[in-house]
């Protein structure tokens, strides 16, 4: 079995203990992978640290156990009862096969968003995108019924965006919208004129998750022509997530043969600064985001054998996670041919700095310097945010009722993402 090479293991250099390994339960790397990333996401932890979470479930309470244990802690930690919780609702996880790490953390965050979720009944615009709504109305509405029927959590704040697919009748030039929820981002990796040796830019792979698609009279119907038409897709992300998650589609089968491989491609990617203006949707490219590094899953292998490790940012600090074992890791080590998912945390508060008040504002003078400030005095006219804690506030931004650090109210819409 291939291994990564590190630096030695020492302190991070604060207060807080170095971070812990996690004990190896027979084949259960990927989980262990997946597991030491999400500890790097920050909110998340947070959110699970916090006391009074007992009757949100054993997942929701082991978890809680976990990351206090993480964070006082430097002795190994056994995430037996967590992978038993998981194996409840996908019983694959409960066997000693190894399975995929992406796929773990999928199973992991759906139970967990089950197990937080409230119910939400947001004023829905009732919109029908085959009339004459905007690309923009018709993303929001879209978003309110979603979140509507599978409700609010602080996952759903966190990991989840909007997709949309803007198809165009290549007749009448009519054009829909469909929108999907995004988690994770697939990218496919070109492998004709890249390998190992020869990297490839992992813009070059979201160049190729978001190409434009044709399709034949027989696959669509245009309600304007009234018959089946040719047609053309275009993929543009409408929403973006707070934690994005990019997986990099390295394990493909062959549908002819059935045979499955996986691509080893060397893909380069930022570790800070990472933004997708290139694959917006016209109506969400008004505001613009970076992102920076936070945590990668890499698998080392191939297809029939392998092993999962993560490197994680703490405290400023890159850690390299390989089960039981921790070590500090200089950041030009993290973007190997081993990668496989990429976790990224939005910049939220430097992307705002120019147009968000300062901190020490009062309310007043916040509200005053959004309403001169460039598109907000024209699109936006701010009131006082009504909600009762920082929490309130959180669902209430993220199910479009405030659309701002201190509540809107919405005159015209605007880009929110």
Not at 17 to 32: A, D, Q, R, W
Not at 166 to 188: A, G, H, I, Q, Y
Not at 343 to 359: E, I, L, V
Request: hydrophobic share 30%.
């Amino acid at each position: 079995m291939e291994t990564m090479q590190t630096d030695e293991t020492r302190n991070a250099g604060s207060n807080k203990p170095h971070p812990c390994g996690l004990s190896n339960l027979g084949n259960t790397c990927y989980i262990n992978a997946a597991l030491q990333s999400l500890g790097s996401v920050v909110p998340l932890m947070d959110y699970l640290a916090k006391d009074g979470l007992g009757d949100r479930g054993e997942m929701v309470k082991e978890l809680h156990v976990m990351v206090q244990h993480m964070r006082t802690k430097s002795e190994l930690f056994s995430p037996c009862k967590i992978k038993d919780q998981i194996a409840e609702s996908n019983t694959r996880f409960g066997q000693t096969s190894q399975e995929d790490s992406q796929e773990f953390l999928q199973a992991l965050i759906e139970k967990l968003h089950q197990c937080l979720r409230i119910s939400v009944k947001s004023d829905a615009p009732t919109l029908n995108v085959e009339q004459d709504s905007t690309e923009l109305e018709a993303s929001e509405a879209a978003w309110h019924r979603y979140l509507n029927q599978h409700g609010e959590s602080i996952v759903r704040d966190q990991f989840e965006g909007q997709l949309q697919s803007s198809m165009t009748c290549r007749e009448c030039k009519k054009v829909t919208w469909k929108f999907d929820p995004l988690m994770f981002l697939p990218v496919p990796i070109p492998s004709a004129e890249h390998s190992e040796e020869h990297p490839c830019l992992l813009q070059d792979c979201l160049k190729g998750a978001f190409e434009l698609q044709y399709f034949g009279g027989k696959e669509w119907y245009c309600s304007k022509c009234d018959h089946q038409a040719n047609m053309e897709r275009k993929p543009s992300i409408s929403k973006l997530p707070n934690i994005l998650m990019v997986y990099l589609k390295r394990f493909q089968t062959n549908y002819q043969s059935g045979e499955r491989s996986k691509v080893n491609t060397n893909v380069t990617f930022p570790l800070r600064d990472f933004e997708l203006s290139d694959v917006m949707s016209e109506s969400a490219k008004s505001v613009q985001f970076k992102y920076t590094l936070i945590a990668v899953i890499n698998h080392i292998g191939n297809i029939t054998g392998g092993h999962y490790t993560a490197y994680g940012k703490h405290n400023n600090e890159w850690f390299s996670f390989d089960d039981s074992e921790v070590k500090c890791i200089s950041e030009d080590r993290i973007s190997s041919r081993y990668a496989y998912v990429l976790f990224y945390q939005k910049n939220t508060a430097d992307d705002h700095q120019q147009t968000m008040p300062k901190c020490n504002d009062t309310e007043e003078q916040a509200i005053s310097h959004i309403n001169n400030t460039h598109q907000h005095s024209q699109e936006r006219e701010v009131q006082p945010c009504t909600a009762e804690n920082d929490e309130d506030h959180e669902r209430k931004r993220r199910s479009l009722l405030c659309l701002c650090c201190f509540g809107t109210r919405r005159r015209n819409r605007s880009a929110i993402i």
